[in-house]
C-alpha cells in the first residue's frame, strides 16, 4: 500500500513571494508521482508529473517538483506566485505496476495575499 | 475533445432518497474511477471500473453504494437511502489504460448535499 504526506495544511504567502509546498510519500514498491490543482468549486487538474528520468520536472503556470528518491518526496515550488495561484494542491502516487489507482495526500491550501 | 463530463454537478437529496451521479469518460478512455472528497479532506478512492467490470471496490462502502459501467453509456454511481455523511463532492476520473503513467483526467465533480 502508498501513503502520500503534505506536510502543510494551509500556506499562506505573499504575491510575487516563492512558495514550496512539501510531499512525502511512502511505498514498497516504485511510484509515478503527481501533482494536481484544484481550484475552487473545481475538478482537479494536472500540474506536473514525474515518471522517470531527470529529477527535476516543470508543469504548467510555472511550477516545478523535485524528485528525491532518498528522502522520497516530492516537493512542489513556484518562484513568484500569483493571486490566481490560490488554490489547494494534492500529491498523489501511483505503482508502476498496471491495474493500480492513485492515492492522494490531504492537500495543502495555498492562500495568496496582496 | 470534451473532457471527463460528469453530471449533474450539484445534486440535492433527502435522508432516505436514492442519489445517481454519472460520468462519461474523456473519449477514448476505458478506465473509469471514482472519488470521495469530504469537506476540508482530501480525495479518497471508492472504485475502480472498466467496461462492464468491476476493477477495484475496496474504497466502497459496504452498504448502499454500487458502481457500475455498462458497455454502453457513462458510468453510475449510485447512493441507496442516502445520509447526512454521504454529502460530499464526487469526483469522476478517467485514464486510456491500465498503466500508471498515463495519469488521470478528472471531472468537475458533482457535489451532493443530504438534507
Known amino acids: 500500500a502508498q501513503s502520500v504526506t503534505q506536510l502543510d495544511s494551509q500556506v499562506p504567502v505573499f504575491e510575487e513571494a516563492p512558495v514550496e509546498l512539501r510531499c512525502n510519500y511512502s511505498s514498497s514498491v516504485s511510484v509515478y508521482l503527481f501533482w494536481y490543482v484544484q481550484y475552487p468549486n473545481q475538478g482537479l487538474q494536472l500540474l506536473l508529473k514525474y515518471l522517470s528520468g531527470s529529477t527535476l520536472v516543470k508543469g504548467i503556470n510555472g511550477f516545478e517538483a523535485e524528485f528525491n528518491k532518498s528522502q522520497t518526496s516530492f516537493h512542489l515550488r513556484k518562484p513568484s506566485v500569483h493571486i490566481s495561484d490560490t488554490a489547494e494542491y494534492f500529491c498523489a502516487v501511483i505503482p508502476w505496476a498496471a491495474g493500480n489507482k492513485l492515492t492522494f495526500g490531504g492537500g495543502t491550501r495555498v492562500l495568496v495575499k496582496p | 475533445n470534451a473532457g471527463v463530463m460528469q453530471n449533474p454537478r450539484h445534486l440535492v437529496r433527502r435522508r432516505g432518497q436514492e442519489a445517481r451521479l454519472r460520468c462519461s469518460p474523456m473519449?477514448?478512455?476505458?478506465?473509469v474511477y471514482w472519488y470521495r472528497q469530504l469537506p476540508e479532506e482530501g480525495l479518497k478512492f471508492m472504485v475502480y471500473l472498466q467496461k462492464e467490470n468491476i476493477i477495484d471496490e475496496s474504497g466502497m462502502p459496504k452498504e448502499r453504494f454500487s458502481a457500475e459501467f455498462p458497455k454502453e453509456g457513462p458510468s453510475i454511481l449510485r447512493i441507496q437511502q442516502v445520509v447526512r455523511g454521504d454529502s460530499a463532492a464526487y469526483f469522476c476520473?478517467?485514464?486510456?489504460?491500465?498503466?500508471?503513467?498515463?495519469?488521470?483526467?478528472f471531472g468537475s465533480g458533482t457535489r451532493l448535499t443530504v438534507v
Open positions: 476520473a478517467s485514464s486510456p489504460s491500465e498503466a500508471g503513467g498515463d495519469g488521470y483526467t
Open positions: 473519449k477514448g478512455h476505458s478506465h
